[in-house]
């Protein structure tokens, strides 16, 4: 059973736009909420984490929505550039484990 | 300069023959976790260890074995009876209990059976 889900698989937009990737959760023990980026043939980097008591977090151009009643939270990328091209993976942990969604593949069109 | 390190970055291995996978830490993390990667697909754990000479079978462990004799190491064996081995593999840690729960990332070995 896939503990986090995460839409769409992927995600194409013109340079400037601003994608969104969504991530659902069931496990209300989970307490810690990290985005995480890899380019191909390269290991995830953690991009941005949110805990579920803030709504939102803001680090430069990357934005996590989190709405704890609905067990969702997404990444938005503002004015995006073709150096996002890349997968994203959502995650949701608590304590040491750690589950991650399935990815979604970013295609920032110049 | 701390990180996770993995080796070989490639590495290609004859049906029935065992191939051990290298991961190092310097970052004094207690948690260690290995997951494979197929494309296209997300990441799928292998095994995970929280303390020294301890680990833990995660959700795809058959035909694969690890060690945790050290902090800072963490090898994966991928036996010959692990059928489909061909994928990427990623190391990774994080603080543990109790410390902060990030968890970073090696820069993977991608293995290749011939």
């Known amino acids: 059973q896939q503990q986090v889900k995460q839409s769409p698989q992927s995600l194409i937009v013109q340079k400037g736009g601003i994608p969104i990737i969504n991530c659902a959760y069931e496990?209300?023990?989970?307490?810690?909420f990290p985005w995480y980026q890899q380019f191909p043939g390269k290991g995830p980097a953690l991009l941005i984490a949110i805990r579920p008591d803030v709504s939102e977090k803001k680090e430069g151009r990357f934005t996590i929505s989190f709405n704890k009643s609905a067990k969702q939270f997404s990444l938005h990328i503002m004015d995006s550039q073709p150096g996002d091209s890349a997968t994203y993976f959502c995650a949701a942990s608590f304590g040491n484990q750690f589950y991650f969604g399935t990815g979604t593949s970013l295609t920032v069109i110049p | 300069d701390g990180g996770i390190t993995q080796s070989p970055k490639y590495l290609f291995r004859k049906e029935g023959q065992n191939v051990t996978l290298s991961c190092e830490q310097n970052?004094?993390?207690?948690?260690m976790y290995w997951y494979r990667q197929d494309p296209g697909q997300g990441l799928r754990l292998i095994y995970y260890s929280q303390i020294v000479n301890d680990f833990q079978k995660g959700d795809i462990a058959e035909g694969y074995s690890v060690s945790r004799e050290k902090k800072e190491s963490f090898p994966l064996t991928v036996t010959s009876a692990q059928k489909n081995p061909t994928a990427f593999y990623l190391c990774?840690?994080?603080?543990?209990?109790?410390?902060?729960?990030?968890?970073?990332f090696g820069p993977g070995t991608r293995l290749t059976v011939l």
């Open positions: 496990n209300t023990a989970f307490d810690y």
């Open positions: 970052l004094n993390h207690d948690a």
């Open positions: 990774a840690s994080s603080a543990g209990p109790t410390g902060v729960d990030t968890q970073y």
